[in-house]
């Protein structure tokens, strides 16, 4: 088991991964889907937190 699996799509063609995934009615495009959904999220600015806003905003002077 000295193999390394580098990318998704090495993963998904692995014939042990499509034993599994076909046992539970995964398709391929669907984990790509779920992958590039998360990556999509996770370049959305995040928001801060309330705190912080609260914060910012008595100090500039914008929360009177």
Request: hydrophobic share 40%.
């Amino acid at each position: 088991m000295n193999e390394r699996i580098n990318t998704l799509d090495e993963l998904l063609n692995d014939p042990m991964v499509q034993l599994v995934m076909a046992r539970d009615r995964v398709k391929p495009d669907e984990v790509r889907l779920h992958f590039k959904r998360a990556r999509d999220r996770s370049r959305q600015p995040l928001l801060p937190p309330a705190h912080v806003v609260d914060k910012s905003c008595w100090t500039q002077k914008l929360c009177l």
